[in-house]
């Protein structure tokens, strides 16, 4: 190899590979401070090289003599360079001939600068010669020339920030858009119940009435004296009156806000509403979880809140108020790990939302047990069927994934007893009302009364504002047609009998949806089908409870979500097919034509919702009824005007003879047939006996009747006081 003497007679590499092995060792040698000296580590990490090479060389501008190729008096120069600025400079000639211009004192610049030799020394250098390290980076802290071309940093976000973050996620999920599309649609659906709702009900003032003053006497007795929750202040001195009905009870916390009837029918109208957007929010859980799509569930979710058949149901809150069972199934299923779809996932079990699913079906159990009794049997079918298919594959089959878990087991054994227990404590008062009025059991002559036939699911109520004046004449057919007009709804048929052959379901599961449907319609058909001797009649006569059920046909409530589920699997395959017809296309950009068609029959099914139910105004509250004392009765007294009256007693919930429910206690019989020749000795002795302090007589519902006559006779002689307020006689005994 030849070389050429540098001016400090150091030998100077000429080739290439001789060039940038001495630009690595002097690049190496270190970070050199103000005065000349370098530093080993700080220099390799500066340099990138290794540690063992950088750490060696690092040491050649302060005290190796032959570091870096250099001759001793190179090295001398560079190591005095911290005391003799002379000697520095002279260090510096020796380290640099190339380049005379270098100036001592710089930090152990490395060698090869512009030429590439192996100059050794410590100076200071100019910008273009000195002072860069092999990356590029400034050793005094200034940026690399290349950052200007790297991608910015991405911001870090304050707290602030990252809340407001948080919160948009939440706002743009599904569920919060589910949850709030729900409620938009209830509001225009059930319209105008808000319209006025401390003044109107739906349908009409009768049963209403009486299901506003349940919640509120709920609310108001769990406050105020807990004990006494199913001795009400109404059918007086009847016992265990609350429970003539089915009770809401779990509308209590709703019962606590507010006082008086105007309160009360505001309570109502507000449940109302909010029914049917939980009966929507969990027909679309629960088609969610079993494994359609967004539209699919929607169509499912529709269906089940706005079927056609319900708006005859308008005047029964209980009956509305089903959206617990869709819910409390989604939960359960979501817990196990289970859907329609795709099968069981143990690795998505989670004991959490099976607790919540039997919270969720006990308080739907709590609202009555006329929806809620149906539901409790075919929870009870569901647990028996899931027993015996764990104990095949425990202990038969012997699968790889075992299909629960003990935490699993646990939680729906804790949820299991949890349900049967509310529904145990609930059917106390039910059981000695029955013993103790034996009138109001039900015989199966009664379900027939009310058992619709086959023409009924096809023929929509009054209130439909889409079939409801076409349907005339065939309501006139029905015997009872506010509990015959079956419908679900035209385009819900036709959605699940495309579901029958093209659909996301498997074809088993098909099938056993159809075969739920046709089980369902038949049982709703009460003794109309083939006199029940098969199907209704077994139930009524073995299963505890079901002679309670006075209407069977409010079981199409599970024929209309099996219906639901089936169209749901429709419309999720004709949406999954739309995708992929707009994914060939170029570009690939769904057309409007397109998307409009998914939500087509999301549009029909809420069509057929469309409602023409009245919204009547409620009696006004007597003045009287805010400051007479009970126990009292007030006159005329039936099933449609006592209604009212148990709402107007929620302003003082003093004790009143009147009642309206689902039967009429023998008591309460004879004291509309003792009273009708109010006042008299006769009546007036009876009412005393009872305990009646006050008799209110209300002179707008009085023509027609005895009172007509007797309102202004005299009471000498009675030993009771007249005295009138507005349009009320009140009678002191």
Same mark, same amino acid.
């Given at each position: 190899?030849?070389t050429?003497?540098?001016?400090s007679?150091?030998?100077?590499p000429?080739?290439?590979a001789?060039?940038?092995?001495a630009?690595g060792?002097t690049?190496?040698?270190g970070?050199?401070d103000?005065?000349g000296?370098?530093?080993?580590?700080?220099?390799?990490?500066?340099?990138?090289?290794e540690?063992?090479?950088g750490?060696a060389?690092s040491?050649a501008?302060?005290?190796e003599?032959k570091?870096?190729?250099?001759?001793?008096d190179?090295?001398k120069?560079g190591a005095a +360079?911290?005391?003799d600025?002379? @000697?520095g400079k =002279? !260090? #510096?000639?020796?380290?640099a *001939?190339d &380049?005379?211009d270098? /100036? %001592?004192? +710089?930090a152990?610049?490395a060698? @090869?600068?512009g =030429? !590439? #030799?192996?100059k050794e020394g *410590?100076? &200071?250098?100019?910008? /273009? %010669?000195?002072?860069?390290?092999?990356?590029?980076?400034?050793?005094? !802290?200034?940026p690399?020339?290349?950052?200007?071309?790297?991608?910015?940093?991405e911001p870090?976000p304050s707290?602030?920030?990252?809340a407001?973050r948080?919160?948009?996620?939440?706002?743009?999920?599904?569920?919060?858009?589910a949850?709030?599309?729900?409620?938009?649609?209830?509001?225009?659906?059930?319209w105008p119940?808000?319209r006025y709702?401390r003044?109107?009900?739906p349908?009409d003032?009768?049963?209403?009435?009486?299901?506003?003053?349940?919640?509120?006497w709920s609310?108001?007795?769990?406050?105020?004296?807990?004990?006494?929750?199913?001795?009400s202040?109404t059918?007086?001195?009847e016992?265990?009156s609350f429970?003539?009905?089915?009770?809401?009870?779990?509308?209590?916390?709703?019962?606590?806000i507010?006082?008086?009837?105007?309160a009360?029918?505001?309570?109502?109208?507000i449940?109302f509403?909010?029914a049917h957007a939980?009966?929507m929010?969990?027909a679309?859980?629960?088609?969610?979880?079993?494994?359609?799509?967004?539209?699919?569930?929607?169509?499912?979710?529709a269906?089940?809140?706005?079927?056609?058949?319900?708006?005859a149901q308008a005047?029964?809150l209980?009956?509305?108020?089903n959206?617990?069972i869709?819910?409390?199934?989604?939960?359960l299923?979501?817990?196990?790990g289970?859907?329609?779809?795709?099968?069981?996932?143990?690795?998505?079990?989670?004991d959490?939302?099976?607790?919540?699913?039997?919270?969720?079906?006990?308080?739907?159990?709590?609202?009555?047990?006329?929806?809620g009794?149906?539901?409790?049997?075919f929870?009870?079918?569901?647990?028996?069927v899931?027993?015996?298919?764990?104990?095949?594959?425990?202990?038969v089959v012997r699968p790889?994934?075992r299909?629960?878990g003990r935490?699993?087991?646990?939680?729906?054994?804790v949820g299991?007893?949890f349900f049967?227990g509310?529904?145990?404590?609930?059917?106390?008062?039910?059981f000695?009302?029955?013993?103790?009025?034996?009138q109001?059991?039900?015989?199966?002559g009664?379900?027939g009364?009310y058992?619709p036939?086959a023409?009924?699911?096809f023929?929509?109520?009054?209130?439909?504002?889409?079939?409801?004046?076409?349907h005339?004449?065939?309501?006139?057919?029905l015997?009872?047609?506010?509990?015959?007009?079956?419908?679900?709804?035209?385009v819900?048929?036709?959605?699940a009998?495309?579901?029958?052959?093209?659909?996301?379901?498997?074809?088993?599961?098909?099938?056993?949806l159809?075969?739920?449907?046709?089980?369902?319609m038949?049982?709703?058909?009460?003794?109309?089908?083939f006199?029940g001797?098969?199907?209704?009649?077994p139930?009524?006569?073995h299963?505890?409870?079901?002679?309670g059920?006075?209407?069977?046909g409010?079981?199409m409530?599970?024929?209309?979500?099996?219906l639901?589920?089936?169209?749901?699997?429709?419309?999720?395959a004709?949406a999954t097919?739309?995708?992929?017809?707009?994914a060939e296309r170029?570009?690939?950009w769904?057309?409007?034509?397109?998307?409009?068609?998914?939500l087509?029959?999301?549009?029909?099914?809420?069509g057929?919702?469309?409602?023409a139910?009245?919204?009547?105004?409620?009696?006004?509250?007597?003045?009287a009824?805010?400051t007479?004392?009970?126990?009292l009765l007030?006159l005329?007294?039936?099933?449609?005007?006592d209604?009212?009256?148990?709402?107007?007693?929620t302003?003082k919930?003093?004790?009143?003879v009147?009642?309206g429910s689902?039967f009429?206690?023998?008591?309460?019989?004879?004291?509309?047939?003792?009273t009708?020749?109010?006042?008299?000795?006769?009546?007036?002795d009876?009412?005393?006996?009872l305990?009646?302090?006050?008799?209110?007589l209300?002179r707008?519902h009085?023509v027609?009747?005895?009172?007509?006559?007797?309102?202004?006779?005299p009471?000498?002689g009675?030993?009771i006081?007249?005295?009138e307020?507005?349009?009320?006689?009140?009678?002191r005994?």
């Amino acid at each position: 190899m030849t070389t050429e003497q540098s001016a400090s007679g150091s030998p100077r590499p000429d080739s290439a590979a001789e060039k940038a092995d001495a630009a690595g060792k002097t690049e190496a040698a270190g970070k050199t401070d103000t005065t000349g000296a370098t530093t080993g580590p700080a220099a390799a990490r500066t340099a990138g090289a290794e540690p063992r090479t950088g750490g060696a060389r690092s040491k050649a501008g302060a005290a190796e003599p032959k570091a870096g190729g250099t001759d001793k008096d190179g090295a001398k120069a560079g190591a005095a +360079s911290k005391t003799d600025t002379k @000697a520095g400079k =002279d !260090g #510096a000639k020796a380290g640099a *001939a190339d &380049k005379p211009d270098v /100036k %001592a004192g +710089s930090a152990g610049v490395a060698g @090869a600068v512009g =030429d !590439g #030799a192996g100059k050794e020394g *410590a100076g &200071k250098g100019d910008d /273009k %010669a000195a002072g860069k390290s092999q990356d590029g980076g400034d050793k005094e !802290g200034k940026p690399d020339r290349w950052e200007a071309f790297a991608s910015a940093p991405e911001p870090v976000p304050s707290r602030l920030g990252r809340a407001a973050r948080a919160v948009g996620r939440r706002l743009i999920h599904e569920w919060t858009l589910a949850t709030l599309a729900s409620l938009a649609l209830a509001v225009l659906l059930t319209w105008p119940t808000l319209r006025y709702p401390r003044h109107t009900l739906p349908q009409d003032y009768w049963d209403p009435s009486l299901q506003a003053w349940q919640m509120a006497w709920s609310g108001h007795i769990l406050l105020t004296n807990p004990a006494q929750l199913w001795q009400s202040n109404t059918f007086f001195p009847e016992s265990w009156s609350f429970a003539f009905s089915d009770t809401l009870l779990g509308y209590a916390p709703a019962g606590m806000i507010g006082t008086g009837p105007e309160a009360a029918v505001l309570r109502y109208n507000i449940m109302f509403v909010l029914a049917h957007a939980l009966a929507m929010l969990g027909a679309y859980a629960l088609a969610r979880q079993l494994g359609a799509g967004r539209i699919g569930s929607a169509v499912a979710g529709a269906s089940f809140a706005y079927a056609p058949w319900l708006l005859a149901q308008a005047g029964h809150l209980h009956v509305i108020s089903n959206g617990g069972i869709p819910l409390a199934l989604a939960m359960l299923a979501r817990g196990h790990g289970w859907s329609l779809r795709h099968g069981y996932r143990p690795e998505r079990r989670h004991d959490g939302w099976v607790y919540a699913g039997w919270f969720v079906a006990a308080w739907q159990l709590s609202l009555g047990f006329g929806i809620g009794l149906p539901f409790a049997y075919f929870l009870a079918g569901t647990v028996l069927v899931a027993a015996v298919t764990w104990f095949l594959r425990r202990w038969v089959v012997r699968p790889v994934k075992r299909p629960f878990g003990r935490r699993l087991l646990i939680a729906d054994l804790v949820g299991g007893l949890f349900f049967a227990g509310v529904g145990g404590l609930l059917a106390i008062p039910y059981f000695k009302v029955a013993g103790a009025h034996p009138q109001a059991e039900r015989s199966i002559g009664d379900i027939g009364v009310y058992s619709p036939p086959a023409a009924g699911f096809f023929t929509a109520p009054a209130e439909s504002r889409v079939w409801g004046a076409l349907h005339e004449g065939a309501r006139a057919a029905l015997p009872w047609h506010p509990e015959m007009t079956l419908l679900p709804g035209f385009v819900l048929y036709a959605l699940a009998a495309g579901g029958l052959f093209f659909s996301v379901w498997k074809l088993r599961h098909r099938l056993l949806l159809l075969a739920g449907v046709v089980v369902t319609m038949v049982l709703a058909m009460g003794t109309r089908f083939f006199d029940g001797t098969f199907t209704y009649v077994p139930l009524f006569d073995h299963l505890p409870g079901w002679n309670g059920i006075r209407t069977p046909g409010r079981l199409m409530l599970w024929t209309t979500l099996l219906l639901g589920l089936l169209a749901a699997g429709a419309v999720s395959a004709f949406a999954t097919r739309v995708r992929e017809v707009y994914a060939e296309r170029i570009p690939s950009w769904p057309s409007p034509w397109l998307r409009l068609a998914t939500l087509l029959p999301l549009v029909l099914v809420l069509g057929e919702g469309l409602n023409a139910t009245p919204h009547p105004v409620v009696p006004s509250q007597p003045a009287a009824m805010r400051t007479v004392d009970g126990p009292l009765l007030v006159l005329p007294s039936s099933q449609s005007l006592d209604q009212p009256v148990m709402l107007w007693s929620t302003s003082k919930f003093q004790d009143v003879v009147n009642g309206g429910s689902g039967f009429t206690p023998r008591q309460l019989d004879d004291v509309r047939r003792v009273t009708l020749a109010f006042p008299d000795q006769t009546s007036v002795d009876y009412l005393r006996v009872l305990g009646v302090r006050n008799v209110l007589l209300m002179r707008d519902h009085i023509v027609g009747t005895p009172w007509e006559v007797t309102v202004d006779a005299p009471v000498d002689g009675l030993g009771i006081t007249r005295e009138e307020v507005g349009n009320i006689v009140i009678y002191r005994l």
